[in-house]
Antibody, heavy 120, light 107 residues
Framework: QVQLEESGPGLVKPSQTLSLTCTVSGGSISSADHFWGWVRQPPGKGLEWIGYINFRGSTFYNPTLKSRVATSVDTTKNQFSLTLASVTAADTAVYFC????????????WGQGILVTVSS | DIQMTQSPSSLSASVGDRVAITCRANQSIDIYLNWYQHKPGRAPQLLIYAASTLHSGVPSRFRGSGSGTDFSLTISSLQPDDFATYYCQQSYRTLFTFGPGTKVHVK
């Protein structure tokens, strides 16, 4: 059974960089059939796709966040990461890491989510 | 961006009820439509992909249908474990977008 688990600080100061890591177990991050991505949900709001990456490092990002987002993959640790620069209170959200299957690009596994609050 | 809408935004139902949720895209997305179930504090779960294909392990009481711009998720006989929020999501364009969600709560 594939499992994903997010980790990282729960509090980030405005203008700083948010950094999260997702650890994958029960499956290899080096699969050609999958992308590894991030979705967030601000309090009381809907889900927003942030972006994703495959094991070769090919990336796709939400254009509204593209100038501030970066993702990376560490195949040796079976992990992938998200950085979001210059954060504001609007970036406060629960951040989910997800696995996306290339066929129909469905998110078939999700992490439980981690709340990141942007506040001084 | 492809905009997704859902109706209703919430509904109250009882165990054993038949429940239907609709999802609409503002342009054709063929069958690139996925449904998820989300409970507070838990990882969202994929229910249906490609509009009507049941994800592995999902009970057969869940059914998805539709193509183009109009889709639906039906739960044939609501079970206690089904009280949750349901989201549709288009994967036709790489800027993936979700519907606002439908919360199914106890009547």
């Amino acid at each position: 059974q594939v499992q994903l688990e997010e980790s990282g600080p729960g509090l980030v100061k405005p203008s700083q960089t948010l950094s999260l890591t997702c650890t994958v177990s029960g499956g290899s991050i080096s699969s050609a059939d999958h992308f590894w991505g991030w979705v967030r949900q601000p309090p009381g709001k809907g889900l927003e796709w942030i972006g994703y990456i495959n094991f070769r490092g090919s990336t796709f990002y939400n254009p509204t966040l593209k100038s501030r987002v970066a993702t990376s993959v560490d195949t040796t640790k079976n992990q992938f990461s998200l950085t979001l620069a210059s954060v504001t209170a609007a970036d406060t959200a629960v951040y989910f890491c997800v696995r996306s299957v290339t066929t129909y690009r469905r998110f078939d596994y999700w992490g439980q989510g981690i709340l990141v609050t942007v506040s001084s | 961006d492809i905009q997704m809408t859902q109706s209703p935004s919430s509904l109250s139902a009882s165990v054993g009820d038949r429940v239907a949720i609709t999802c609409r895209a503002n342009q054709s997305i063929d069958i690139y439509l996925n449904w998820y179930q989300h409970k507070p504090g838990r990882a969202p779960q994929l229910l249906i992909y490609a509009a009507s294909t049941l994800h592995s392990g999902v009970p057969s009481r869940f059914r998805g249908s539709g193509s183009g711009t109009d889709f639906s998720l039906t739960i044939s006989s609501l079970q206690p474990d089904d009280f949750a929020t349901y989201y549709c999501q288009q994967s036709y364009r790489t800027l993936f977008t979700f519907g606002p969600g439908t919360k199914v709560h106890v009547k």
